[in-house]
């Protein structure tokens, strides 16, 4: 079975600095891996995936976010963070060709300073 | 266009009651899931439907938990005999067409159920 690690639980960036979370995935395969934003009230809203090809994929909201198999990650990235980009991140893996819906990491809280 | 619906919004109950939680999908969408999210977690995956049928119920945590889609369209998700235990927020989520694993999934704001 699939698992996600997310060693973050919270991070703090000023407004303005670059940002990088971190995503450590397990499966025996290539995965299907996923990036969602949860803000306080609102549902889950996907920021970017990656199935194949182009390791680099670009998301919404500029962020974008790297497969690495060596390592087996999935680091989001963002060059200059918001204020509104403050809020919950998640990663998550899909097994192909599975039917058991994704596996998510427990999440990391960005608090953006001013 | 409409994002998945999700009623009520938040529902307080007590222990050894039943509840009823509602999903409407993204017109269209075939596929519907159900999360469960405790605090502090990520969501957990409880059931996937394509269409009317469960097609992987291997989430769900006990036979406490049941759900159903009799339409192929709105989800209710039933709770018998609740436990203080299940107190978490009940995420639903649709795609247009279940493509093992690599479907854009969209997510409702989730039902807050608290039991005490």
Known sequence: ?114 | GAGVSQTPSNKVTEKGKYVELRCDPISGHTALYWYRQSLGQGPEFLIYFQGTGAADDSGLPNDRFFAVRPEGSVSTLKIQRTERGDSAVYLCASSLYFAGGTDTQYFGPGTRLTVL
């Open chain 1, 1 to 114: 079975a699939q698992s996600v690690t997310q060693p973050d639980i919270h991070i703090t960036v000023s407004e303005g600095a670059s940002l990088e979370l971190r995503c450590n995935y397990s499966y025996g395969a290539t995965p299907y891996l996923f990036w969602y934003v949860q803000s306080p009230g609102q549902g889950l809203q996907l920021l970017l995936k990656y199935f194949s090809g182009d390791t680099l994929v670009q998301g919404i909201k500029g962020f974008e976010a790297e497969f690495k198999r060596s390592q087996s990650s999935f680091n989001l990235r963002k060059p200059s963070v918001h204020w509104s980009d403050a809020a919950e991140y998640f990663c998550a893996v899909g097994a192909p060709g599975g039917a058991d819906g994704l596996t998510f990491g427990k999440g990391t809280h960005l608090i953006i300073q001013p």
